[in-house]
T-cell receptor, first 112, second 113 residues
Framework: QKEVEQDPGPLSVPEGAIVSLNCTYS??????FMWYRQYSRKGPELLMY????GNKEDGRFTAQVDKSSKYISLFIRDSQPSDSATYLC????????????FGPGTRLSVLP | DTAVSQTPKYLVTQMGNDKSIKCEQN?????MYWYKQDSKKFLKIMFS???????INETVPNRFSPKSPDKAHLNLHINSLELGDSAVYFC????????????FGEGSWLTVV
């Protein structure tokens, strides 16, 4: 079993839809969780950062962490064509960047 | 202002050549990284460099060597390039104990022919 799993997609949704992106992981020591967005031919950019379990909201984006199920989610409300990108989850057991583990990413297309 | 910048963005070179990719960050971060993203989009860390301490991913061939002239720069040298080195290489930086979130450059697309 890979340390972090993520459905690669592609996931296509109509504009305005609610999008749910998910990652599962196997290492129960993970406590730092991030979501990155990567546009084509660009570097990943940080969207959300959460520590331990719970929810975090930022505009149209909500990150959820369920450590008991080893499952994290990113919800995008009122999705826009500009949200079309690859979304990567990342996580770590400590606060040292060299130990971050990335999922393979889910490719999302929001159709106008 | 670009926070993490790397050059060149695209590089096509022949097998056996030696090449370098340069990286600079203007965020004042104390840690810099090189990541490799393969065709399946997996991001794998190659190196991290913090206050002159180099941490190497053991799976990286020793043909790859990072060089850091100062805290704001971390260059990647690759000797004797092989076809399998074709990938996107991302430079990144972070600040320990400030959330330690990682900020990435735009990437360098390396194609070995």
């Amino acid at each position: 079993q890979k340390e972090v799993e993520q459905d690669p997609g592609p996931l296509s949704v109509p504009e305005g839809a609610i999008v749910s992106l998910n990652c599962t992981y196997s290492n129960s020591a993970f406590q730092y969780f991030m979501w990155y967005r990567q546009y084509s031919r660009k570097g990943p950019e940080l969207l959300m950062y959460t520590y331990s379990s719970g929810n975090k909201e930022d505009g149209r984006f909500t990150a959820q962490v369920d450590k008991s199920s080893k499952y994290i989610s990113l919800f995008i409300r009122d999705s826009q064509p500009s949200d079309s990108a690859t979304y990567l989850c990342a996580m770590s057991a400590d606060n040292y960047g060299q130990n971050f583990v990335f999922g393979p990413g889910t490719r999302l297309s929001v159709l106008p | 202002d670009t926070a993490v910048s790397q050059t060149p963005k695209y590089l096509v070179t022949q097998m056996g050549n030696d090449k370098s990719i340069k990286c600079e960050q203007n965020l004042g971060h104390d840690t810099m990284y090189w990541y490799k993203q393969d065709s399946k989009k997996f991001l794998k860390i190659m190196f991290s460099y913090n206050n002159k301490e180099l941490i190497i991913n053991e799976t990286v061939p020793n043909r790859f060597s990072p060089k850091s002239p100062d805290k704001a720069h971390l260059n990647l040298h690759i000797n004797s390039l092989e076809l399998g080195d074709s990938a996107v290489y991302f430079c990144a930086s972070s600040q320990v104990n400030s959330g330690n979130t990682i900020y990435f450059g735009e990437g360098s697309w390396l194609t070995v022919v």
